[in-house]
């Protein structure tokens, strides 16, 4: 929202508060000022000069016109504009001189857009004044602008009354009223209002105006309206706009002739009804929408947007002033249904106060009579609305105030404050307040006393709050275990080599195809930002390979990981949130091409460092995985429990990665998190020596070295300490395809030292039995 | 004359184990100078033959060779034995310059160092960390924060609305509402986490971003305690003693909001470019907590208050670090994640 310091200085009785330090009070007590811009600039030198002559530039759309410029003498300028002829008045301003097309001008004449009185930039002005005069009502101003977000809870702050009137209470200045309501007729209206539903809409006013004669506005007018960042059209939509700027109601003006009968109705729109807008877009209505209507049909839209068919035009003599107020939601809802925010429904969305409909009419009497002379009204002001009773007035005691605050405040200052800013104030009992909120704080803004907290603290000022450590006891917050968990998984992934990447939930439908996901599945957002983000991911897959592909071009080798979360949608609720690790270690071919298996154990390794005795189960790979190359991982966290798998060991596709390989690491950490939790258990250490043996299994060559295991394990029986792999081995003397796979066990007890004899035996056992699966040992 | 045989045979020992060039020649010294077949060995056979005197005179010259021989030999064993481990170690030279194989030690990403930071410091001060899911219901993310359907204020964060009608959230404020409801008063939390906003993303937007939550529920809570900790919170931050402020900000969940700025840390408030010549720069929104929340939480606003605020994660990680384009945070690019 952009403030005219002009204009609020015009509202506040001797403010002397340069527009700086004005926006700092302002961001300070009442809103946040995003900065301040000078507007008009060009005005503070300008004065109406008149075209003498003009002779044109040979070859050149520019003339050479001598001017009468006033107090600066007779000038001769390079002008462009196509109406600079002689006779006309415009707008002098020297801006020094400077040569164009050979010819030395000095200083120039301006367009309106230039001066800032409107956004015309199709010539130089056209002034009706006389040669040296100041260009009439126009200033150079300061425009402060207002983040709208920190207006979102004020709807009388989105005019200038309404800023002047903090200001006002500010600086202790004292506020004037635009508005004189003695300008009201309130004899028989000349039209009829007829509400249907007073919840949509709470009140509506409307005054017919006869020998309206449609021209320019006045430049003051236009002037003060592009400060405000408003388009200057015409006198009656200027003079509308005018009024929306200084009491935040927004109005409308209808051509009365093309209004069919003698009422309006507002009314929910009928399914269907079409209505063609002032813009030239043309509407599909539902009964949501609110509409204002004739008997013929739907003339404007509520609060958003007037209609075609009933605008103002040149040939416009007599207008219907509409000033209403409508149902926040309401105008919200149709204003986002149909995507059209307007000056209007951006206003009404934020809860305006009912009582300004008939202040903005008496405002628009009053200008009204400037902008087009010779106007009078017809008949008195139509007025219909709800009985909305005055809200409760508010008890706010001094002490819990100050408890709030956290300071003093004395009474008296509570009491000032509260009235400098137009609040009723009554001391019903010692040290407590009944308030009562003026009308236009009571729509939404203020109702109860921790708003009044707000008043008072921001007039006091934030900055005379000193910070206070608050007395509580002290306590141990309760843990948050998985995020404590998924920290130690970062440590150990960092520790091992591992950079961590964060990406993004959204993934394409491409990229999920590309992982064996089907679209389908995914929760969906239906307003993504661009349609290769429109999928939740339900994997991290997705992710990490655009990772790998991109680092890919400027490094060799690299580790990285993510965790984040799998969002996989449910039959009902909300979508299951399932936190992932994804790791990947890639490299170049030229690592060579015995070392095409490292960067897999490599991560092997780095999850057992995370699941100590974690396993990697050889499965059927899935069409993006290397086909010999994927296994899952299972894991059972303390002994005893039976292993759940919580994840996957892979190689990508070699069709996914377009130089070197990629190993990837894809972990469930809402299932290892809960294995992981086991705490340690403290078994005495053996006081009776072990033994120790190798034994060697003759296998074919992909047996799993897994498997063999296991089962020279399972043979080995009770006293079994530890089993472990320590080489394989092919090439002679053994026969083609085949491998000899040796492991150490260590054989013991906690009781006594085994015999020579006992150890033997075991050995034999181990070795019978894996014969009798059809094993050779090399012993 | 065994007399001299002795003393002779001593001699040319001594010499020839001087002038050993190898633990092989020492040990073919010894042999014949000691071992069963040696002279020495010969000449005590002999002593038998020797009368009693003579026998204890020439034992004694006897065990005097032996032992001068034994002691020379053992000398240069060990000289023999240093000299083979000397060389041994000088073969063993490594180049130390040689870089160490295996890998480095990887990169947390930024956000997460900072996030760690926050953690750690607020439960240091009694806070909890609270967890809340990144999709949510309208009701958690609006409504239980007095953000009602239709209300303008819902403006303020573009929604990425979900088929079946939930959302992401767009703040991590409805962990607030979580921890309300699942813990209830007195309640110190946090909840740092991911939250999106449907906006173009530039060098300074995002939608999808990182924010912390923070919430105090107490018997009596004021705006002087919600300065306190953004002070504590900030200087530690920081590293270094901040000035904060506080003006009006309007949030629906709070009453009264704030917007908390710092003296900028670049310029110390005459103003600069980075705090846009203002001398402050806006870090993060917070207020006492809107008693209609509380309520809707299932909390009495006559008998507890609160504060909350909502840090901007994001926005603090570049600032710490001086990172000028956001996108980097979630780009995936080791030749910036490695700098952390």
Partial sequence: MKFSYNWIRELVEDLDYAPGPLERLITMKTAECEGIEAAGVLLERACAARVESVEAIPDTHNVKAVVD??????????????????????????????????????????????????????????????????????????????????????????????????????????????????????????????IEDLNLCPRYSALVFENVAIRPSPLWLQCRLTAAGLNPIGNIVDMTNFVMAELAQPMHAFDADLIEGDTIFIRPAKAGEHFRALNGEEYKLDPSNLVIADRSGAIALAGVIGGAG?????????????????????????????????DASMRFE?????????????????????????????????????????????????????????????????????????????????????????????????????????????????????????????????????????????????????????????????SARAFGLEPAAH??????????????????????????????????SFRLFEIGLEIHGQASGLPAEIPHLVAAIYGRQSDGPLDTSAS????????????????????????????????????????????????????????????????ILDLDLRAIQPLAAADAKYTPIRRYPSAAFDLSVIAAMRELAGTLEAAVASFAGPLLESIQFLRQYSGPPLGEGQKSVSFRLTVGSPERTLSSEEVSEIRARIIDGMRGLGYELRV | M????????????????????????????????????????????????????????IGKLLNSAKQKLEEALEVKKQQFAEAALRARLDAEWVDLTLPAPGPRRGHLHPITRIQRELEELFVSLGFTVLDGPEVETEYYNFDALNIPAEHPARDMQDTFWLDGGNL?????????????????PPLRMIAPGRAFRNESVDASHEHTFYQLEGMMVDREVSVAHLLYFMKTLLTAIFKREVTVRLRPGYFPFVEPGFELDIQCLICGGPGCAVCKQSGWVELLPCGLVNPNVLRMSGIDPEEWGGFAFGLGLTRLVMMRYGIDDIRHLQGGDLRFLEQF
């Avoid at chain 1, 367009?111 to 130089?124: Q, T, V």
């Fill in chain 1, 523 to 556: 929760v969906r957002v239906t307003n993504p930002i661009a349609s290769d983000q429109a999928l939740l991911r339900t994997s991290l897959l997705p992710g990490i390979w655009r990772n790998i592909a991109e680092n890919a071009k400027h490094r060799e």
């Fill in chain 2, 2 to 57: 065994l007399d001299e045989s002795i003393q002779e045979l001593e001699s040319r020992s001594l010499a020839r184990i001087a002038s050993a060039k190898s633990p092989e020649e020492l040990e073919a010294v010894r042999v014949d100078a000691l071992g069963r077949k040696s002279g020495l060995t010969q000449f005590s056979r002999e002593m038998g033959k020797l009368a009693p005197e003579e026998r204890s005179r």
């Fill in chain 1, 350 to 510: 934020k809860s305006q106060d009912p009582a300004n409909t008939v202040r903005g009419i008496a405002r628009a009497i009053e200008l009204l009579r400037e902008v087009s002379p010779g106007i009078h009204a017809v008949g008195g002001v139509a007025d219909q609305k709800k009985e909305i009773p005055a809200p409760p007035p508010i008890r706010l005691p001094v002490a819990w105030l100050e408890r709030k605050l956290g300071r003093a405040v004395a009474s008296a200052e509570v009491r000032r404050i509260l009235e400098s800013l137009e609040f009723g104030v009554a001391e019903t009992e010692p040290g407590v307040f009944c308030v009562s909120v003026p009308s236009w704080r009571a729509t939404k803004d203020v109702s109860m006393k921790d708003d009044l907290v707000e008043e008072v603290g921001r007039m006091v000022g934030y900055d005379s709050i000193a910070p206070q450590a608050p007395l509580v006891p002290a306590s141990v917050p309760p843990g948050n275990p998985e995020r404590k968990f998924q920290h130690e998984v970062r440590n150990i992934f960092v520790d091992q080599g591992f950079t961590e990447v964060y990406n993004y939930s959204f993934i394409s439908e491409e």
């Fill in chain 1, 600 to 663: 897999l154990f490599e991560l092997k390794r780095t999850a057992e460092c995370l699941m100590p005795g974690a396993q990697a189960c050889p499965v059927e790979a899935r069409p993006f995985e290397h086909p010999a190359r994927s296994a899952s991982i299972l894991w059972k966290g303390a002994p005893g429990r039976a292993c759940e798998i919580v994840g996957r060991l892979f190689e990508l596709h070699p069709r996914l990665v377009e130089f070197g390989r990629a190993a």
């Fill in chain 2, 168 to 184: 992401l959230r767009t703040h991590t404020s409805p962990v607030q509402v979580h921890g309300m409801e699942r813990l209830g």
């Fill in chain 1, 310 to 342: 009933t605008a103002i035009s040149d040939k416009t003599t007599r207008v219907v002033l509409e000033s209403a107020n409508f149902q926040a939601a309401s105008i919200r809802k149709t204003s986002a249904a149909i995507k059209l925010r307007t």
């Fill in chain 1, 69 to 194: 410029a006033g107090r600066y003498g007779h000038r001769i300028v390079v002008c462009g504009a196509t109406n600079c002829r002689a006779g006309i008045i415009s707008a002098y301003v020297p801006i020094g001189k400077k040569i164009i097309h050979g010819v030395e001008s000095d200083g120039m004449l301006a367009s309106a857009a230039e001066l800032g009185i409107n956004r015309d930039h199709s010539g130089i002005v056209e002034l009706d004044s006389q040669v040296g005069a100041p260009i009439a009502g126009c200033l150079a101003d300061s425009v402060i602008e207002i983040d709208n977000k920190s207006i979102t809870h004020r709807p009388d702050l989105w005019g200038h009354h309404g800023m002047a009137r903090e200001v006002a209470a500010i600086l202790g200045l004292k506020l004037r009223e635009p508005a004189k309501l003695d300008l009201l007729p309130w004899s028989a209206p000349a039209i009829q209002v007829r």
